[in-house]
Nanobody, 116 residues
Framework: QVQVVESGGGLVQPGGSLRLSCAAS????????MAWYRQVPGKARILVASINSGGGTTYADSVKGRFSISRDNAKNTVYLQMNSLKPEDTAVYSC??????????WGRGTQVTVSS
């Protein structure tokens, strides 16, 4: 079983920055893809960014040029650096970890609020 825990959310002013972290723990697994999703009340969860085992990345159009995803394979950790934050980035951000055996795990999420 893989446990996933996010951290780093909070309140930030428009134009500010935050860095989210997501750590996966457990035993006997290797990670393929790590990804960040976000969801606001009443709307579907959407993919923000993902990174595969080879370092290939994808981003939602709404965050391209502002957000950057990276990972530390030795620590089974993925990061989301969020710059130039906008009020519309306010959401619960959740981390998804997919292992090489296609086992899918999610964290509980961390709230990001962008407001003056």
């Amino acid at each position: 079983q893989v446990q996933v825990v996010e951290s780093g959310g909070g309140l930030v002013q428009p134009g500010g920055s935050l860095r989210l972290s997501c750590a996966a723990s457990g035993s006997g697994f290797s990670i393929n893809t790590m990804a960040w999703y976000r969801q606001v009340p009443g709307k579907a969860r959407i993919l923000v960014a993902s990174i595969n085992s080879g370092g290939g990345t994808t981003y939602a159009d709404s965050v391209k040029g502002r957000f950057s995803i990276s990972r530390d394979n030795a620590k089974n950790t993925v990061y989301l650096q969020m710059n130039s934050l906008k009020p519309e980035d306010t959401a619960v951000y959740s981390c998804r970890v997919v292992t090489t055996t296609a086992f899918d795990s999610w964290g509980r999420g961390t709230q990001v609020t962008v407001s003056s």
